[in-house]
């Protein structure tokens, strides 16, 4: 049976911005040395799980298609008998498109899809065409698999001696409420022996980082494993250098010498958004400004490498204050990850969607924004990647 796990190409998924914010992150990476995909900047962890799920299939494959929906691609789609797909909100159209057409031309294969948007886009899909299935978990592959399902580890058989930076999992979840975001509260700690499995699966990968996918990285209590699992992959993979979290003020303040020095931790990235503390605090952020200084001390104890989460295009957003911000910590910021504001329908605080295109993150467009204010929003945004270039020359 021919399995084909599918992915649009990132690089040209969105508006314009959108597009030359990714082409932006693959020159940062370059900079400081960190190698990823060619059409991505990560490969779908994904389809690691599903394929090692389904007992690494005989013809199963990776394709990777451009964000369109052209009559060619959606031919060629037709060879496969199962395909397997992640949706997204930016690459929802692109999969409602192809369960269309695929269903209108009488493809009698499977189309087994899971990923993160509402349940009134899931619904869309089924309708689209009977074949499509909709799987809320990845063990629900067991239900429309059942001959191949075997609960299998991750396999990265299909990306081996891609460089990469993959992505290791300890807990899910965040204890915090920021209003924007979707992530589950509460958290709960993975299993070490699933750990250990994930850290296992990277063995055919080309990396000098593992990017840990905890939400907030520090707020489970395992994260104290990442001592044993640095000796694990390093013993393994000699050019390990070591990890990479996403965390908060608050925790890094605490925790930068010990992480760095004990725990290899050598890149954080921290939810700063807007540093002003009346969005701060309608965003219900963990931090307020006059906390900055004290992260700063900490880090400069270290040799991390801080990267601030930055959004744009929130509404009266003032962006002196980013810009101030940037040039008051030039010398302890590596890059910046770049966002606009989004209201996803799940979100923890979501004041409503005015606008369907009001979902979509790879869009510059937001109901609450004049076309003047998005023009101010992709000006901003496009001197700061300019600046943060010239830094890292
Ligand atoms: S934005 Fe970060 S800190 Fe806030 S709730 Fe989401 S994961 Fe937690």
Not at 45 to 51: K, L
Not at 290 to 299: D, E, Q, S
């Amino acid at each position: 049976m021919k399995i084909w796990y599918c992915q649009f190409d990132s690089s040209k998924v969105g508006g314009l911005l959108n597009q030359e914010i990714f082409r932006h992150m693959r020159r940062v990476y370059d900079q400081h040395e960190i190698s990823v995909p060619n059409h991505f900047l990560e490969i779908p962890r994904w389809i690691a799980v599903v394929d090692g799920l389904l007992g690494e299939p005989e013809n199963a494959d990776f394709r990777e298609f451009p964000n369109g929906t052209k009559l060619g691609i959606l031919a060629y789609l037709r060879k496969a008998e199962i395909l397997l797909g992640s949706v997204l909100d930016s690459n929802f159209q692109q999969w409602l498109y192809a369960s269309e057409w695929l269903g209108g031309h009488g493809w009698p294969g499977r189309i087994i899809l899971g990923g993160y948007i509402s349940d009134e886009r899931v619904a869309e899909l089924l309708t689209a065409n009977s074949s499509v299935v909709w799987c809320p978990t990845v063990d629900a592959l067991a239900h429309w698999l059942p001959d191949m399902y075997t609960g299998g580890a991750p396999s990265y058989r299909l990306f081996a001696d891609w460089d990469t930076v993959p992505r290791l999992q300890l807990s899910r979840g965040c204890k915090h409420s920021c209003s924007f975001c979707t992530i589950p509260q509460g958290v709960e700690e993975n299993e070490w022996a699933d750990v250990l499995a994930e850290v296992d699966s990277f063995k055919p990968l080309s990396f000098r980082f593992v990017y840990l996918d905890d939400k907030t990285f520090g707020q489970a209590k395992n994260w104290t494993w990442l001592a044993e699992l640095y000796m694990v992959i390093k013993e393994y993979n000699p050019a390990f250098e070591g990890f990479w979290v996403q965390t908060t003020v608050g925790m890094l303040t605490k925790w930068a010498e010990e992480w760095y020095f004990e725990y290899h931790i050598k890149i954080a990235e921290v939810g700063i958004e807007i540093p002003e503390d009346t969005f701060l605090k309608s965003f219900r952020k963990p931090y307020r400004v006059k906390a900055l200084p004290g992260m700063f001390a900490a880090l400069s104890k270290t040799g991390l490498e801080f990267v601030p989460n930055l959004i744009f295009g929130a509404e009266g957003q003032d962006y002196g204050v980013t810009a101030d911000f940037l040039s008051e910590y030039e010398d302890q910021i590596a890059w910046c990850n770049l966002f606009i504001l989004t209201t996803y329908a799940d979100s923890k605080g979501a004041p409503g969607v005015a606008d369907t295109g009001d979902l979509d993150e790879t869009a510059s467009g937001r109901s609450w924004l004049s076309m003047r204010e998005i023009d101010e929003m992709e000006r901003t945004v496009r001197s700061i990647m300019d600046w943060v270039e010239l830094k890292g020359e």
